[in-house]
């Protein structure tokens, strides 16, 4: 029998027959692309991207089995059960059946009836699994959620680490694809580096997705600005998330008064009430779902058409993953986080709350500032996000995006900058964001007293703006680089280059205004 060589053509047409598409997605006919050539590859993919196609197309062009480890039972069932359908060979193995069910499975592998063999991570532990699966002509270890197998993402799984050393022990080596939607420059390092890819192909597509608007929102009523946008938008599907169970329940409750078509989703509900929300929201019985972070994995909603943060995530990571689960149908959809000054509060309190060793603290501690940086950036929020996840290429701005979008002026606010940064020199750069705004203040403050600031040539000289604003123009700065904030639960803002040039009068700053429009008119005094 003359087996016809993989090619894109030969992908395409598989693509059309089994899942009626007429076309790979830009990203994915380069991945598929690298696999049929039998490299390894790395693919980074914002959720709803298509991964799943990347290595179930390969899996049916290439001899043999698929293996695809992925670490959700729920999700594996699915995918299963819609390749099934679409009459594509694949079976799952995971701790929900009985043994015998295992032995059937594991009996269709062996006499070949099997494309795909989806896993979870733990299972490639087991001796007697990796006895059974050395025997057998293995194509492609597929390895999904990848980011797992790094210390420095934000779902750090220790059965990934058992990835490499099960296929270092199959009879040939396969082709080993990872992908996640969530890499940055150092996880991908890790993924490349501990699941032993051999010089892999990386590709990173489409993280800006086109039809998402983000907006960032600030000093928001947050209640209110939910009630009106969920009523505004009463016909079609969203997501809230909130930061605690508490505020869950709240809001829920408040969106059953107001008579909203609610449910919601945590980790204290019981399983049948939390699968009831699922299906409820996948039906469209319920329209707005609020929900802790627990929800969502393995959510494949495609009208979802808005994803609303009430608190700030944190990290970048989960905050992308999260607002990804908007639009996936690819219509226009609206990612909205609502900031406030108090999320911060509660992630570092949920940091020093979690056991772990300094290096890992330090690491959170930095992506959080990330993601506050994010949410005070007057940039493009979509090219920050690019940036944020390395995307290589020259980035436009959306056109979409609060930042984008925003029409007030941009102010020239060399003058005030000025009085920050030299009043932190004037500190010795070792106090924190709302002590320096104390002492620009005036404020009388006993700490401020105490320290003598009152005495410095800077104390009091922003006395007209509240002490709120001047923290957030400080912010502002830090986001945009002209002041660095340390690590840790008690960061200190400390002056960077830029800060120097604005104090030598060669570089100017200009700011969105915020709001307190009066304050700003009224000049310094
Ligand atoms: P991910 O695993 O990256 O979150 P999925 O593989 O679940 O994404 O795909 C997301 C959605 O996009 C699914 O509904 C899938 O059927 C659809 N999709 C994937 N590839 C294509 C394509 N080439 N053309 C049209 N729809 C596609
Ligand atoms: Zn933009």
Redesign the pocket.
């Known amino acids: 029998m003359s087996v016809q060589a993989p090619t894109l053509e030969r992908a395409q047409d598989l ?1 059309q027959k089994f ?1 009626g ?1 007429p ?3 830009e990203g ?1 006919k380069k991945i598929v692309a690298s696999m049929l050539e039998g490299n390894d590859t790395l693919g980074i ?9 990347c290595y179930q197309i390969p899996a049916l062009l290439h001899e043999g089995l698929t293996i695809v480890v992925s670490p959700l039972i729920s999700l594996m069932k699915d995918q299963v059960d819609a390749l099934t359908t679409m009459g594509i060979a694949a079976a799952y193995i995971n701790s929900t059946l009985s043994g015998r069910e295992v032995n059937d499975r594991i009996r269709a592998a062996r006499n070949g009836d099997l494309k795909l063999l989806y896993v979870a991570p733990e299972r490639l532990e087991l001796d007697w699994f990796r006895d059974e699966m050395a025997q057998l002509p293995i194509s492609c270890v597929a390895v999904d959620e990848a980011h797992c197998v790094s210390q420095w993402g934000h779902d750090f799984r220790t059965s990934y680490l058992a990835v490499a050393p099960f296929v270092d022990g199959l009879y040939e080596r396969p082709i080993v694809a990872a992908f996640t ?1 969530t890499a940055t420059p150092q996880v991908m390092d890790d993924i490349v580096r501990l699941l032993r890819l051999r010089s892999p192909e990386t590709f990173v597509t489409g993280l800006g997705r086109p039809n998402l608007a983000f907006s960032v929102l600030r000093g928001e009523d947050k209640r209110s600005f939910l009630l009106n946008y969920t009523r505004e938008h009463e016909g079609e599907s969203g997501i809230i998330y909130a930061a605690t169970r508490k505020d869950v329940d709240d809001l829920y409750q408040r969106l059953c008064d107001a008579g909203m078509a609610a449910g919601r989703y945590h980790a204290g509900m019981t399983d049948q009430e939390r699968a009831d929300s699922q299906e409820g929201f996948l039906y469209d019985d319920i329209r707005v779902i609020v929900a802790t972070n627990a929800f969502g994995m393995g959510i ?1 909603k ?1 009208n979802v058409r808005y994803v609303i943060h009430y608190n700030m995530p944190k990290n970048m990571e989960a905050y992308v993953q999260e607002a990804g689960r908007a639009g ?1 149908d690819g219509d226009p959809s609206q990612c909205i986080l609502l900031f406030g000054p108090q999320d911060i509060v509660t992630q570092k309190f949920l940091i020093e709350q979690n056991p772990q060793d300094e290096d890992r603290k330090r690491n959170d501690y930095r992506k959080l500032q990330q993601m506050v940086d994010y949410c005070y950036t007057t940039r493009c929020l979509r090219s920050a996000q690019l940036e944020y996840f390395g995307e290589a290429e020259e980035h436009e701005a959306c056109g979409i995006c609060s930042s984008c979008t925003d029409e007030r002026e941009l102010v020239d606010m060399t003058i005030d900058a000025q009085k920050i940064f030299s009043c932190i020199h004037r500190m010795r750069e070792r106090y924190g964001v709302s002590m320096v705004a104390s002492v620009l203040k005036g404020s009388r403050n006993k700490k401020v007293l105490q320290y003598g600031f009152d005495s410095l040539p800077t104390y009091g000289v922003m006395g007209n703006r509240t002490e709120k604003e001047i923290a957030e123009i400080i912010n502002v700065l830090v986001s945009e680089g002209y002041l660095m904030l340390s690590e840790g639960q008690y960061p200190v803002v400390r002056l960077q280059q830029l800060a120097a040039e604005v104090l030598r009068g060669q570089r100017k700053v200009m700011q969105r205004v915020v709001r307190h429009a009066t304050a700003f008119a009224s000049g310094a005094g």
């Not at 993919?45 to 196609?53: E, V, Y």
């Open positions: 693509l899942y598409y076309d790979f997605r994915q993919m914002p959720t709803g991207g298509g991964k799943s196609i939607a494949d495609s996936r």
